[in-house]
C-alpha cells in the first residue's frame, strides 16, 4: 500500500458499506491543503474535493475551524486528560477510586475513537465537556482523600505545638508539594 497512514481508514469495515474512504479522503485533503487552513481555519473546505464539506473527522473539523494552534491545543487537551487520569489513578489507593478513574478513561478513549468517525456538534457536545468536567473533578477528589488519609495517619498525641513547628502529615502545603512532584515525575 502506497497511500498515507490514514488510508486505514478507507480499509476498516465493521458492517459493510462503510463510508472509510470519505474520512481517509478528507484528511487526505486537509493535509494537502495546510496553507489554506493552518493560519485560522477555512470556510472553504468544501472546494477541496469530493464530499468534502462533510466535517466528518473531529480533528479536521478543528483544523478547519480553528487552524492549526487550535488543532494543537486539542491534541494537548486530550494528552492532558489522559495524563491527570493517570496521575489520579496512581495517587489512589481505594479500589473504588481507581475504577472511577478507569472507567473515565474508558470514556475519554471512547471519544477519541469516535473523532475519527464523525465531529461533534450540537447536544453531543455536552457530553464531550461533561467527561471534561469530570476528570479534574475526579483527580480533586482523590487528592483531598489523600490529604485526608495523610491526616488520619498523624498521631492524636503528637500535636504540633509540642513539635514547635508544623506537623508534615496536617501541612497542607507539604501534600501538595508531595502530590506535585509526584506528577511532574511522571510528566
Known amino acids: 500500500m502506497n497511500a498515507p497512514i490514514w488510508f486505514i481508514l478507507a480499509r476498516v469495515d465493521f458492517v459493510g458499506g462503510s463510508t472509510g474512504w470519505d474520512r481517509a479522503n478528507l484528511i487526505d485533503q486537509c493535509v494537502r491543503h495546510f496553507s489554506s487552513w493552518w493560519l485560522v481555519g477555512t470556510a472553504d473546505n468544501d472546494t477541496w474535493g469530493f464530499y468534502t464539506w462533510d466535517l466528518c473527522n473531529q480533528f479536521v473539523a478543528e483544523a478547519v475551524q480553528g487552524g492549526l494552534a487550535t488543532l494543537i491545543l486539542f491534541f494537548v487537551l486530550i494528552t492532558r486528560c489522559f495524563q491527570r487520569l493517570g496521575i489520579a489513578r496512581k495517587a ?8 472511577l478513574l478507569w472507567a473515565i478513561g474508558c470514556i475519554l478513549c471512547a471519544h477519541l475513537a469516535g473523532f475519527f468517525g464523525i465531529s461533534y456538534f450540537d447536544q453531543i457536545k455536552d457530553w464531550w465537556y461533561l467527561t471534561l468536567a469530570m476528570i479534574p473533578a475526579a483527580a480533586v477528589g482523590v487528592q483531598v ?9 498523624t498521631p492524636a498525641n503528637a500535636s504540633s505545638a509540642d513539635c514547635g513547628e508544623k506537623s508534615a502529615s496536617t501541612d497542607p502545603a507539604v501534600w ?3 502530590y506535585s512532584s509526584a506528577e511532574h515525575r511522571i510528566l
Open 92 to 99: 489512589s489507593v481505594s479500589k473504588d477510586q481507581q475504577w
Open 145 to 153: 482523600s489523600a490529604a485526608k488519609r495523610l491526616q488520619s495517619a
Open 176 to 178: 501538595h508539594a508531595a
